[in-house]
């Protein structure tokens, strides 16, 4: 069974260059208007907003012995907590039972059949992966003020921030995280940009990079940030992002990898398109080489992913390794489905393979998958996943076009069938206590 431990809600040592402001202004209403989201009075983190620093210049590429707990970090978890008390959660996430199935590529199996039972059901089409926003339908403006944890804003001066309390203005849309109130996993949050604006789930230029600064701001690599798009089991039309601990490493992240494509920036900086290898599920890995900034990766993923969405192909992102890292799934599992071609021994087991479960993480709704989990079973599902060899590759010139991406000469010498992955995965960090790890 998965246990983790609780992560202290003192503010840890890693705040120097937070300037922490206890003032409190408000606005003094109950709403903004504009919906029923009561957001007058929320926690404001406010983040260093320079998309042009060189990635590699702050805390995530210090040695894994080094790796302090952040103060978003810890904010986060201190305030997780806070409502996991209050009782806001439909079921304790903590009590699922989790393994990691035998095999080399070292899945993991989590027993969780509260999130079968109360999780909110999809209310759109799955065949078209850009709809427009219907306000008819659930959306996160509807959710209650005690489910919102803080406010996640760009600074205007390149500092980092926080206020205990801050109003919102009027005609501001704030990007805020909440809880999700049916959980995957410890520290399980949603992360909503631009609320207010209701914008539906699509991958936007202006809005992919606050995911990015999300993942770099929190600084552990054992919090993901995954996507969803429309198509691939995103269950609300309504853009957000998902993220949770995991103190192992994913799957996905050990398997090796192939560079296929890059794209030169200044000075040579640039950034990496590689292919996963060995792996059930054919996708991308997208990395900055030396010098490259936040909005160099950016840029490439967004191009990539907009090129999909208005080809109609849905898509997974998981952004890993505090945001250095981001792999990109399209994924063809509802076409199968509604074409009746998916083993109906898979479709028994109710499981939507969405990012988390792409990625290694299978989340089990039936005691009966769960005890008879087994790495064929998984690999043979996330195999249904997958798109053909050759729509891949009609994928990857997509990208390539849209982001403007130049072919590399393949690296021969990576041997895809080796038995212990190239690529080794983070390791447990410092604040993460070894008896954290999922037990066989």
Not at 188 to 215: K, S, W
Not at 385 to 395: N, Q, W, Y
Request: charged share 25%; aromatic share 10%; with cysteine.
């Amino acid at each position: 069974m998965l246990t983790i431990k609780r992560v202290p809600t003192v503010v840890s040592n890693y705040q120097e260059d937070v300037l922490l402001e206890s003032n409190v202004v408000g606005c003094g209403r109950k709403c903004l208007g504009k919906c029923c989201l009561p957001v007058s009075m929320l926690p404001l983190y406010s983040f260093k907003n320079d998309d042009n620093e060189p990635m590699e210049h702050n805390i995530h590429t210090l040695p894994e012995e080094e790796y302090q707990i952040s103060f978003l970090n810890n904010l986060l978890l201190g305030l997780w907590e806070e409502r996991m008390s209050q009782g806001l959660f439909r079921y304790d996430v903590t009590t699922c039972e989790t393994k990691v199935i035998p095999g080399k590529c070292g899945f993991i199996a989590q027993l969780n059949e509260g999130r079968h039972l109360k999780k909110r059901p999809t209310e759109f089409r799955i065949d078209k992966v850009l709809q427009p926003f219907d306000e008819n339908k659930f959306n996160f403006t509807k959710v209650g003020q005690d489910e919102v944890l803080f406010r996640f804003e760009p600074s205007t001066d390149y500092k980092r921030r926080y206020f205990s309390g801050m109003g919102v203005d009027a005609g501001i849309s704030p990007s805020i995280v909440a809880i999700n109130v049916s959980p995957i996993e410890y520290g399980h949050v949603l992360l909503i940009p631009r609320v207010l604006d209701c914008l539906p789930q699509r991958i936007g230029r202006d809005t992919f990079t606050i995911a990015l600064h999300f993942a770099r701001e929190m600084a552990d690599p054992f919090f993901r940030v995954g996507y969803n798009s429309l198509g691939a089991f995103a269950t609300i039309n309504h853009l957000h992002y998902q993220a949770y601990y995991l103190s192992v490493p994913f799957p996905v992240e050990k398997a090796p990898v192939r560079k296929i494509l890059a794209r030169k920036g200044l000075g040579g900086a640039g950034v990496i398109v590689s292919k996963l290898l060995n792996y059930p599920v054919r996708g991308f890995t997208f990395e900055g080489e030396n010098g490259s900034t936040i909005r160099d990766l950016s840029e490439v993923v967004v191009n990539s992913c907009i090129s999909l969405q208005n080809k109609n192909i849905p898509f997974n992102i998981l952004i890993a390794q505090c945001g250095k890292k981001i792999f990109l799934f399209p994924q063809c599992y509802a076409e199968k489905q509604a074409l009746g071609v998916v083993d109906q021994g898979l479709l028994d087991t109710q499981v939507n393979p969405a990012v988390w479960e792409i990625s290694g993480h299978m989340v089990l709704k039936r005691t009966k998958d769960y005890e008879d989990a087994s790495e064929k079973l998984a690999w043979k599902l996330l195999s249904e996943v997958s798109l053909s060899e050759e729509k891949f590759e009609e994928v990857k010139g997509y990208i390539s076009e849209a982001a403007n991406l130049e072919e590399m000469e393949e690296d021969k010498s990576i041997n895809p069938d080796k038995e212990i992955p190239d690529s080794p995965g983070p390791r447990v960090a410092s604040h993460v206590p070894q008896d954290c790890l999922v037990l066989h």
